[in-house]
Structure formats: structure tokens, C-alpha cells
């Protein structure tokens, strides 16, 4: 019986990543962001959609997924989170997706400088040539997923 709820798991999982795509995971990563109940009028308007009937498709197509719920007051909010895609790249801090690769861009680039730091007197030219090209690869592959965010 475990193995048929794996699969279940399984497809659940494969549907929300096959329709979590476009306006329709920009609407989602926004009410994440907003961590409150928003309205239609609310997303059309802070996500520039042409009209309300747009941000309403996608509301209700979060609702048919299982991920957003409707309060009394036909304000919608995050019932589940969930990391597909794109999104498991990101981490949610305050408020702001952040990638997930620059917090090791950070840990080299501070390991570089205290290599340098702590070997003012016999730099390796080489090392330091590693240590720069690792934090810079990080960086830049940061960098990139940043520029693919579904939401600023």
C-alpha cells in the first residue's frame, strides 16, 4: 500500500510541475512572497496582467492543484508549498527568493580573502587562481538562476 502512495505522491508531484510554469508560478511565488491573503484585483495589479480575469485563471488554476485556498472574504492564500523546478534552486529569506548557490559563493569568496589575508607573506599564485575561479563560478551560476527568477 506504501508503494501505491509513492505513486500517487509521484503524479500529484508531476502534475503541479507540469502546470507550475509562467504567470502561473509568478502568481504562486507572489502570494509566497506576500506571506497575507491577496485579492484578484491585487495580483492584476501588482503583476501587471492585462486584466483580473488573467490573475483569476491562474488563482483557480493553483486552487485545482491543491497549493492556494479561498478565505471568506474571496482572498486567496498558500495552503501548500511546494519546491519544483526552477523554485528548488531558490531559498524563501524575508520575503525574497534568494539562490540557493549564493550562499557557497559567499562561503568561498570569504575563504579566498582569508586565504589571502592569513598568507600575505607566501601566496600561491595557483591557489589563489583556484579559489578565485570557484567563488567566481558560483557567482556567476548564482547570477544566472537570479535572471530566471519567476518574480522580483
Not at 50 to 61: D, G, L, Q, T
Not at 66 to 75: A, F, T
Request: hydrophobic residues 45%.
Amino acid at each position: 500500500m506504501s508503494k501505491d502512495n509513492d505513486q500517487a505522491d509521484n503524479n500529484s508531484r508531476d502534475k503541479v510541475e507540469e502546470q507550475l510554469k509562467g504567470k502561473t508560478l509568478q502568481v504562486y511565488m507572489y502570494m509566497i512572497k506576500r506571506k497575507e491573503p491577496v485579492g484578484v484585483r491585487e495580483v492584476q495589479r501588482d503583476l501587471d496582467f492585462s486584466s483580473p480575469s488573467v490573475a483569476n485563471y491562474h488563482i483557480e488554476k493553483l486552487i485545482r492543484l491543491g497549493l492556494v485556498g479561498q478565505d471568506e472574504y474571496s482572498r486567496y492564500y498558500i495552503v501548500q508549498k511546494v519546491q519544483v523546478g526552477l523554485l528548488q534552486a531558490f531559498v524563501n529569506i524575508g520575503g525574497i527568493a534568494v539562490p540557493r548557490l549564493s550562499f557557497f559563493a559567499a562561503f568561498f569568496t570569504t575563504m579566498f580573502f582569508a586565504y589571502i589575508a592569513l598568507n600575505l607573506e607566501n601566496l600561491d599564485v595557483f591557489a589563489i587562481g583556484f579559489a578565485a575561479a570557484g567563488a567566481g563560478a558560483f557567482w556567476a551560476e548564482a547570477l544566472r538562476i537570479w535572471v530566471k527568477r519567476p518574480i522580483s
